[in-house]
């Protein structure tokens, strides 16, 4: 009897373990940091496939090569961008996709690079992004040769100085992921969350998705969106089928969650869901996406100020630029926090990321440990403050 109950319960182990393995989503996101070539120096034919960079140096990004340089007052960039070199700068990876990849979709993911960054993969430019603080993307798929060696050469153009009031850095200097999607998946950056409703007693939760549908059929998608509190337990759910997805093309969807007494999101009790959304095709899962929420209350008012859950407070704030000091502006997590940490120890509650989009690891910290957040997009727009800066492209 007790061999017979030993096996029963091997046995449902292993459906479990089975049905567990086919419940993995085939969304695969993972850092593409390591074992990078880098050239300080333009060198145009680096961008071909068959191109010999063994003599270049090999490092793990994120990097920034004007920390690494010589301070002159000789420098372009001038004592507002530290004194320090700029340049023109190039990186190249070899990476060797799955032969097995199939219909699905992989996409380049940079946190940021500055500045003038151009991407290439297999000799195929990508695309331009002058803009060194934002995040930008780009498909890979068309040319990539799965199974093979690939590569991807980034060329990043901070010669031009000055571009920036402070410390800008130069290069690869926030991380980068590759993340690999079956053709229907949740989009990139694909959920938008907000809560118009909040009290003590409930909460609603407004969710946008925007899925897409990158195969030449169209389908019936069913979207589930389950919003799970600190603790992984499950408080909302909502389910929307069918929703139909035309070939090549994108469709948004808007759902609807309520929850009841919420944990709200405040200074002093930063707690945070996930919303965890759900594609299924034909009942089979072919994509999971996270994001991270905080149900909170705000509003700004003439006469009482600024209200957090209709609590009166008072922000302490600091313009809190990218930079880590002598550490350059390579993003580093912990440097970031420990940052974070001696502004909250002063009395602080509010960053003002001066003055464009910080890394991500900025906010979520922010999430986490209990900062308001003016997160800002711009220094400059038509009108320029230095020489070489943003303004010239920002019409374009």
């Excluded at 068959?50 to 001038?78: M, N, Q, V, Y």
């Excluded at 389910?239 to 469709?251: F, G, H, I, L, W």
């Excluded at 996270?290 to 704030?317: C, M, P, Q, W, Y």
């Amino acid at each position: 009897m007790r061999i017979t109950r030993f096996l029963t319960l091997c046995l449902a182990v292993l459906i479990l373990t089975a049905c567990a393995t086919r419940e993995e989503s085939p969304r695969q996101r993972v850092s593409f940091n390591e074992d990078w070539h880098f050239h300080l120096g333009d060198t145009p034919e680096a961008s071909a496939l068959g191109f010999d960079d063994a003599e270049w140096r090999t490092l793990t990004l994120p990097h920034d090569w004007a920390i690494e340089g010589e301070f002159s007052k000789d420098h372009p960039s001038g004592c507002g961008g530290g004194a320090l070199p700029g340049g023109i700068g190039w990186y190249r990876k070899v990476f060797t996709p799955d032969a097995s990849l199939g219909d699905k979709r992989m996409w380049i993911e940079f946190d940021g690079v500055y500045m003038n960054s151009e991407v290439f993969i297999n000799g195929h430019s990508l695309g331009v992004r002058p803009f060194g603080y934002v995040s930008f993307c780009y498909d890979l798929t068309p040319y990539l040769k799965p199974g093979e060696a690939n590569v991807l050469a980034v060329r990043v153009d901070n010669s031009e100085q000055p571009n920036s009031r402070w410390y800008s850095g130069c290069g690869i200097y926030r991380n980068v992921w590759l993340t690999t999607v079956s053709p229907v998946h949740v989009d990139q950056w694909g959920t938008f969350v907000v809560t118009p409703e909040v009290s003590s007693r409930e909460a609603t939760v407004s969710v946008l998705t925007r899925l897409k549908n990158d195969s030449p059929e169209p389908v019936q998608l069913e979207l589930v969106s389950r919003l799970c509190d600190a603790d992984g337990e499950v408080v909302a759910t909502v389910t929307t089928y069918p929703v139909e997805a035309n070939a090549d093309s994108t469709v948004e969807v808007n759902q609807t969650l309520q929850v009841e007494n919420p944990n709200r999101w405040s200074l002093e009790n930063p707690s945070l869901y996930t919303l965890k959304t759900e594609v299924r095709v034909d009942r089979q899962l072919v994509d999971t996406y996270e994001t991270k929420v905080g149900i909170r209350s705000f509003r700004f008012d003439a006469h009482e100020g600024f209200l957090l859950n209709n609590r009166h407070v008072k922000i302490k704030g600091v313009c809190q630029h990218h930079d880590l000091g002598c550490l350059g502006a390579a993003v580093n997590t912990r440097a970031i926090e420990r940052q974070l940490e001696i502004l909250k120890a002063m009395g602080c509650n509010g960053i003002r990321c001066s003055h464009n989009p910080p890394a991500p690891e900025l906010l979520d910290l922010c999430d986490r440990m209990g900062f308001i957040v003016m997160d800002e997009t711009f220094d400059m727009w038509r009108k320029k403050k230095t020489a070489h800066d943003y303004a010239r492209y920002f019409n374009e």
